[in-house]
């Protein structure tokens, strides 16, 4: 079965002149990668007050991975640099697009009314249950725990918004969506694979939904996902999907453009529409066969939250009554992207990698383990 990567999100985008490379970034460029490990005491600098074609946070977050004989540079040839090294991500038709999306989300929020204003911004003891803020809280592995399940290898469980808050998000949404349809707007919806739904940036809930991503979502993958840079996220896309009558009614089997995937059922009546996982995969591994340990499936409810990563293949079965509506953010890191690029094992993380690196060590110890009997018969009858 074909496994789909869902790359087509729209892109956090402040696009800026593409002026020529210095001669210093660009030299450098040529010659140097991103070090795989942060220079942890550099303070890296701020530079939300420049126009980019990603977000500030991405640049100060990268900074700290950069040679050293870059981070003496002005800022403007080391926000040049990162610049070459992120588009990469970003081929030209893409960019496009992302103007063309930007254009789109500027003329949502400079004329969109928000319905539920305590939305935007991100009160802790309104959006989530007691027990879920308090893990956070206290910040250690046993308090995550504390709340969670882990029912198949890499997949946590937990309750983690107030009925309250999904009962508003929902309400927001069905707002913009009749605001959308009055302006006679075509809506941008959230990836190929859904017909139905919204990206929550679109309308003004960007800013709340980074402080999601780094104060509570990065807490937990950092402990949890270290191995696909759940400590260095830095870019997000949120979106809501609806599913049942009238709307999309299950997803196909895919992995998501993300390192780590946040999943809330934000209610409402409905049957089916389970998950069902098999598996994660590196890109070179995502079409291989499932085993038994990693099949696993997962029946939504409202409030309770699933986290994956990004690259853990799954889909949605059909939601056969009823109305179902999700939230989800696909979590990214540019520093595990760049790093990615010069890795060919995968074994931390891809099961396949996994599987194949065990079988090498195990016939790597048969070899060694016959030679040995050979020695020790050929000594016996000397």
């Given at each position: 079965?074909?496994?789909?990567?869902?790359?087509?999100?729209?892109?956090?985008?402040?696009?800026?002149?593409?002026?020529?490379?210095?001669?210093?970034?660009?030299?450098?460029?040529?010659?140097?990668?991103?070090r795989l490990n942060p220079n942890k005491e550099h303070k890296p600098e701020g530079y939300e007050d420049l126009e980019l074609d990603f977000n500030p946070s991405i640049f100060s977050s990268l900074e700290r991975h950069l040679p050293p004989n870059m981070l003496v540079v002005p800022r403007d040839d080391k926000a040049k640099f990162m610049r070459e090294i992120l588009l990469k991500y970003l081929p030209i038709g893409e960019r496009n697009r992302s103007q063309r999306h930007k254009e789109y989300r500027q003329k949502i929020i400079s004329n969109y009314l928000p319905l539920h204003r305590e939305l935007y911004t991100l009160n802790p003891t309104a959006f989530f249950v007691p027990s879920f803020l308090k893990a956070i809280n206290d910040n250690t592995?046993?308090?995550?725990?504390?709340?969670?399940?882990?029912?198949?290898?890499?997949?946590?469980?937990?309750?983690?918004?107030?009925?309250d808050f999904c009962e508003l998000l929902q309400s927001e949404l069905e707002n913009f969506e009749k605001w959308v349809a009055e302006a006679k707007l075509r809506i941008m919806r959230p990836?190929?694979?859904?017909?139905?739904?919204?990206?929550?940036?679109?309308?003004?809930?960007?800013?709340?939904?980074?402080?999601l991503m780094d104060d509570f979502i990065r807490p937990l993958s950092r402990v949890f996902y270290p191995?696909?840079?759940?400590?260095?996220?830095?870019?997000?896309?949120?979106?809501?999907?609806?599913?049942?009558?009238?709307?999309?009614?299950?997803?196909?089997?895919?992995?998501?453009?993300?390192?780590?995937?946040?999943?809330?059922?934000?209610?409402?009546?409905?049957?089916?529409?389970?998950?069902?996982?098999?598996?994660?995969?590196?890109?070179?591994?995502v079409n291989t066969g499932s085993h038994s340990e990693e099949v696993f499936d997962y029946s939504h409810v409202p409030g309770r939250a699933v986290l994956h990563r990004g690259r853990h293949r799954h889909g949605a079965r059909a939601t056969t009554s009823g109305h179902r509506v999700n939230l989800l953010m696909w979590c990214r890191s540019s520093v595990f992207r760049e790093m990615k690029r010069y890795q060919k094992d995968f074994s931390s993380w891809c099961g396949e990698c996994n599987r194949m690196k065990q079988e090498r060590q195990r016939s790597t110890c048969a070899a060694t383990?016959?030679?040995?009997?050979?020695?020790?018969?050929?000594?016996?009858?000397?």
């Open positions: 079965m074909s496994h789909r990567g869902n790359n087509d999100s729209p892109a956090k985008s402040e696009v800026i002149g593409n002026g020529p490379v210095s001669t210093v970034a660009n030299s450098m460029a040529s010659r140097h990668r991103l592995e046993q308090s995550f725990r504390s709340i969670m399940s882990e029912p198949s290898a890499g997949i946590f469980v937990f309750e983690m918004f107030q009925p990836n190929r694979m859904n017909k139905y739904g919204a990206v929550l940036d679109d309308f003004g809930l960007e800013t709340m939904l980074d402080k191995e696909v840079g759940g400590s260095t996220l830095d870019s997000h896309h949120g979106f809501v999907v609806e599913y049942g009558k009238d709307k999309d009614v299950d997803l196909g089997f895919h992995v998501d453009d993300s390192e780590v995937t946040l999943n809330v059922c934000l209610g409402k009546e409905f049957s089916g529409g389970e998950l069902f996982f098999r598996g994660t995969r590196c890109e070179k591994h383990r016959m030679e040995l009997i050979a020695r020790e018969e050929g000594e016996s009858t000397a």
